[in-house]
């Protein structure tokens, strides 16, 4: 019904920038939130970043790890989702998930949570 694809993904040397995107498509007839999670290898998927719709308040929550570092961002006429990476170090090596918490056509009175396929960021020199 909805689809998430990320792009943006790749190699950088530490104390570099990646600018990570995520376009939504399908039957959409509204989001409650739009965010990002990353999971690096032998832990669990942890929240990077989200961005909360104005219905919903409209804040931007971020992990203590990536405060000042990371912005998130939204193209609400485009249905995307960025955020975009500084000072990125060895640790923010992870697999970048974008998630969405959104209200279809089919089924506007219960939101449903959908994933993307990820994208992988690694941080070496």
């Known amino acids: 019904q909805v689809q998430l694809v990320e792009s943006g993904g790749g190699l950088v040397q530490p104390g570099g920038s990646l600018r990570l995107s995520c376009a939504a498509s399908?039957?959409?007839?509204?989001?409650?939130?739009m965010g990002w999670y990353q999971q690096a290898p032998g832990k669990e998927r942890e929240l990077v970043a989200v961005?909360?719709?104005?219905?919903?308040?409209?804040?931007?929550t971020y992990a203590d790890s990536v405060k000042g570092r990371f912005t998130i961002s939204r193209d609400k006429g485009a249905n995307t989702v960025h955020l975009q990476m500084n000072s990125l170090t060895p640790e923010d090596t992870a697999v970048y998930y974008c998630?969405?918490?959104?209200?279809?056509?089919?089924?506007?009175?219960?939101?449903?949570?959908?994933w993307g396929q990820g994208t992988l960021v690694t941080v070496s020199s």
């Open positions: 998630y969405a918490d959104v209200f279809t056509r089919t089924v506007p009175y219960r939101s449903l949570g959908v």
């Open positions: 961005k909360w719709s104005a219905a919903s308040g409209g804040g931007t």
């Open positions: 399908g039957s959409i007839n509204r989001f409650n939130a």
